[in-house]
T-cell receptor
Framework: DARVTQTPRHKVTEMGQEVTMRCQPI?????VFWYRQTMMQGLELLAY????????DSGMPKDRFSAEMPDATLATLKIQPSEPRDSAVYFC????????????FGQGTRLTVV | EDKVVQSPLSLVVHEGDTVTLNCSYE??????LLWYKQEKKAPTFLFML????IEKKSGRLSSILDKKELFSILNITATQTGDSAIYLC???????????????FGKGTKLSVIP
């Protein structure tokens, strides 16, 4: 059963600490998305990769967020330093560049920054 | 600025009721509109709509798109407690001519079905 795997599922950290979230896309998928979900803003696109190259990361605060795909099986989203306002659920989704019917979401990482 | 607006933001109904969820959009370069159901975890895909007036149906759920008036509705008949979830509407758009696509989400409608 193909699925997008995200780790960790939950993370509580102190303000100022570095946080790294990981995503393993479905094998064969060539697009990876990072979304952040909050009650106030809903789902917001943070970053978008195709064939491991970043297409768009304009949704991320550049001074503290970074997203990479070191290889086709791993995408990372890093926050350094973390702030309380970063508390949210972070979703990774992978799919094919032909469109979204083939996109699948991971279970999310619930981040709490205290 | 592209936007997707869902209404109502939350809804409480009794089992057996029929509900209608609304999604309106203002975007450039529309490709399709998607509905997702989000329970405790990840959003799961329900429907993809590309053409006006053609109803998509899956069991007690159905959806239709109006590209002239720029909205879609999701209907759920004979609701059950298992339908309790956040229902997300998203518009798929081509991304910067790069042959890829992105989704812009609404904030969702939280549906609670009580016995």
């Amino acid at each position: 059963d193909a699925r997008v795997t995200q780790t960790p599922r939950h993370k509580v950290t102190e303000m100022g600490q570095e946080v790294t979230m990981r995503c393993q896309p479905i094998l064969g998928h060539n697009t990876v998305f990072w979304y952040r979900q909050t009650m106030m803003q809903g789902l917001e696109l943070l970053a978008y990769f195709r064939n491991r190259a970043p297409l768009d990361d304009s949704g991320m605060p550049k001074d503290r967020f970074s997203a990479e795909m070191p290889d086709a099986t791993l995408a990372t989203l890093k926050i350094q330093p973390s702030e309380p306002r970063d508390s949210a659920v972070y979703f990774c989704a992978s799919g094919l560049s032909t469109g979204f019917t083939e996109a699948f979401f991971g279970q999310g990482t619930r981040l709490t920054v205290v | 600025e592209d936007k997707v607006v869902q209404s109502p933001l939350s809804l409480v109904v009794h089992e057996g009721d029929t509900v209608t969820l609304n999604c309106s959009y203002e975007v450039t370069n529309f490709r399709s509109l998607l509905w997702y159901k989000q329970e405790k975890k990840a959003p799961t895909f329900l429907f993809m709509l590309t053409s006006s007036g053609i109803e998509k149906k899956s069991g007690r759920l159905s959806s239709i798109l109006d590209k002239k008036e720029l909205f879609s509705i999701l209907n759920i008949t004979a609701t059950q407690t298992g339908d309790s979830a956040i229902y997300l509407c998203a518009v798929e758009q081509p991304y910067s001519g790069a042959g890829s696509y992105q989704l812009t989400f609404g904030k969702g409608t939280k549906l609670s079905v009580i016995p």
